[in-house]
């Protein structure tokens, strides 16, 4: 045996083998061992992520028409406010001439309803103050009556017990009788315009009338009626101030849609695209300018273990290789990413996944950046 041993030992092939065998353990123990530069290694400390613009969809909201401006080109850098897109408005223009005249002619027809409301109360209350004198010189006027009545109705009734003896003559018994009729058609008289007068009153009012004589703050029928008539008027006037209302709010979104067929940029940025040319008919709502903000971030895919070390609202600094300088980022969000991105093992006794998170950081202003450069950011 040790024969054979000594002659392996011998065997150039063999000694050729053992060398290798012991030259590849020796680097395999230096690469446990060493400081690891391997792509997987450089993978897991550094987090890599593409500068991405924000780009804004501009459109023509709730206008349409044919396009007769174009200010702006592809590439072009544009401000926040400036002109980019124009559509006619000759047909705003029209109906925004004919709501005015209609909103003029309502106008003038509740200024003259107001003005007859306001003509219906003062004569309403003159009326009223008026009717109350009117009373007042009717009572006075019965309680005259009624004496008189009363007077003429002793003198008949003292003529008639003379008549009976033939103390007086038949003519003068027949004119103590006519003065009396008289009288009391003239006390009934006075007593009917005076309680058609006073419909309406209480019982308190006319017992108020009868002993102060004096009708004022008396309730009466015709004057309610009166006010109910004006309460009307109020309410077509109300009615017409509706249709006002309604008009001018018409009128305020036409004029809103004039100012919409003029397209301005909402924010500074760069145009990508332009959707129509001049002359192009332009549907409301469709898209008109593609614009790439000035708003930049990037996304970096991390583990669940390095993404507990991040909070949203925090601030990172990553590395641009392409100008060799560093930018402060803020971290709008942290979460799971798609299921693509997750890292899937296989144990022994089951199978194991690691979820990625995605993280995104709006990166400050920084001369020179642009959409599409490497961030690197170190996790320590």
């Not at 993978?43 to 349409?64: K, L, P, R, S």
């Not at 003259?112 to 209350?125: D, F, P, R, S």
């Not at 004039?258 to 129509?276: H, S, W, Y």
């Amino acid at each position: 045996m040790s024969e054979k041993i000594n002659a392996l030992k011998h065997d150039p092939l063999f000694r050729t083998v053992m060398f290798f065998i012991v030259v590849l353990c020796l680097a395999t123990l230096l690469i446990l061992l060493g400081r690891r530069n391997d792509a997987v290694t450089k993978a897991q400390i550094y987090h890599a992520g593409v500068i991405t613009a924000d780009t804004v969809n501009t459109a023509f909201e709730n206008v349409g028409g044919k396009l007769i401006v174009r200010k702006v080109n592809e590439s072009d850098r544009v401000k926040a406010g400036d002109l980019l897109l124009e559509v006619e408005s000759r047909d705003l223009g029209f109906t925004i001439s004919n709501l005015e005249s209609q909103l003029r002619s309502l106008d003038a027809q509740i200024r003259q309803q107001t003005l007859n409301i306001e003509n219906a109360l003062n004569k309403l209350e003159t009326t009223q103050e008026q009717t109350w004198r009117d009373i007042e010189e009717l009572d006075a006027n019965l309680i005259s009556a009624m004496a008189a009545a009363e007077q003429a109705q002793a003198e008949y009734q003292r003529y008639e017990a003379l008549k009976k003896t033939s103390s007086v003559s038949q003519s003068a018994y027949d004119s103590a009788r006519r003065n009396y009729l008289q009288a009391d058609a003239s006390r009934i008289s006075l007593l009917r315009n005076l309680q058609k007068i006073t419909v309406g009153a209480t019982q308190e009012q006319i017992e108020k009338l009868k002993q102060q004589h004096s009708a004022q703050g008396m309730t009466l029928s015709a004057i309610l009626e009166k006010r109910a008539d004006i309460e009307n008027e109020r309410n077509a006037l109300l009615a017409l101030e509706s249709s006002r209302d309604a008009l001018s709010a018409q009128l305020s979104q036409q004029r809103l849609n004039k100012i919409r067929t003029k397209l301005f940029a909402p924010e500074d940025g760069k145009v990508q695209q332009v959707m129509f040319e001049v002359g192009e008919l332009v549907q409301p709502g469709a898209t008109a300018i593609l614009l790439e903000t000035d708003r930049y971030y990037y996304d970096v895919y991390l583990s669940e273990y390095a993404a507990v070390k991040y909070q949203e609202g925090g601030t990172v600094e990553g590395y641009v290789p392409a100008l060799d300088k560093t930018v402060k980022g803020k971290i709008r969000f942290i979460e799971a990413a798609p299921s693509f991105a997750d890292l899937r093992m296989t144990r022994e006794q089951g199978q194991a996944d690691l979820t990625s998170f995605k993280m995104r950081i709006y990166t400050d202003h920084l001369d020179q950046l642009r959409p599409g450069m490497t961030v690197e950011i170190k996790d320590e």
